[in-house]
């Protein structure tokens, strides 16, 4: 079946237009989970949804941030007024129920110039 | 809080060698372990996982035993190939309640023919 997919997979932006990050997780999956992946590091958590619930925000660097899934499938990760420190690799993720083995997306690469 | 930690790369190694790549955590109850792999220009994908003291996580040729005395889940495989060429990252998640998953910063792998 289908896996997680990411739109756009290459996003460049100039320094403080905003962005949209598209994430179509697997149909049915209740967890739903983004992480921000820098240059040979590994990814760090941003938000976890659970269907429509944003549950944990935590990991949102700052307020140009935010995230949503209003129907409980589909979801978005905004950035305001993009910065240089924002270039990285988005991953989004999905699991079935409890959020223990995810299924990731290819990313999506933005560079702020 | 919770942290992994990994050997870091690249590894080098020839075709039909032995792989060990080394992954040590702390983390408070009783995590599950993960080992995901990310080949070049795709996302993460789960390679292996336990989810108690003393499991043998397997796939492809590639296993991690889950050592809580030694709070270790190293990755080994007999016989490597040039097809197993990727980054792998160790992880944990899913215990002590807490449902945000910890990841290593990846071990880069490459395999000569």
């Known amino acids: 079946g289908a896996g997680v997919s990411q739109s756009p997979r290459y996003k460049v932006a100039k320094r403080g237009q905003d962005v949209a990050l598209r994430c179509d997780p697997i149909?049915?999956?209740?967890?739903l989970f983004w992480y921000q992946q820098a240059l040979g590091q590994g990814p760090e958590f941003l938000t976890y949804?659970?269907?429509?619930?944003?549950?944990?925000k935590s990991g949102l660097p700052s307020d140009r941030f935010f995230a949503e899934r209003p129907e409980g499938s589909v979801s978005t990760l905004k950035i305001q007024r993009t910065q240089q420190e924002d270039s990285a690799v988005y991953l989004c993720?999905?699991?079935?129920?409890?959020?223990?083995?995810?299924?990731f997306g290819p990313g999506t690469r933005l560079t702020v110039l | 809080g919770d942290s992994v930690t990994q050997m870091e790369g690249p590894v080098t190694l020839s075709e039909e060698a032995f792989l060990t790549i080394n992954c040590t955590y702390t983390a408070t109850g009783y995590p599950s372990l993960f080992w995901y792999v990310q080949y070049p220009g795709e996302g993460l994908q789960l390679l292996l996982k336990a989810t108690k003291a003393d499991d043998k996580g397997s796939n492809k040729g590639f296993e991690a035993t889950y050592r809580k005395e030694t709070t270790s889940f190293h990755l080994e495989k007999g016989s490597v190939q040039v097809s197993d060429s990727a980054v792998y990252f160790c992880a944990l998640g899913g215990g002590g309640g807490s449902y945000i998953p910890t990841f290593g910063r990846g071990t880069s792998l490459i395999v000569h023919p």
């Open positions: 149909s049915g999956h209740v967890s």
């Open positions: 993720a999905s699991s079935p129920d409890r959020p223990d083995t995810q299924y």
């Open positions: 949804f659970q269907n429509e619930a944003q549950l944990d």
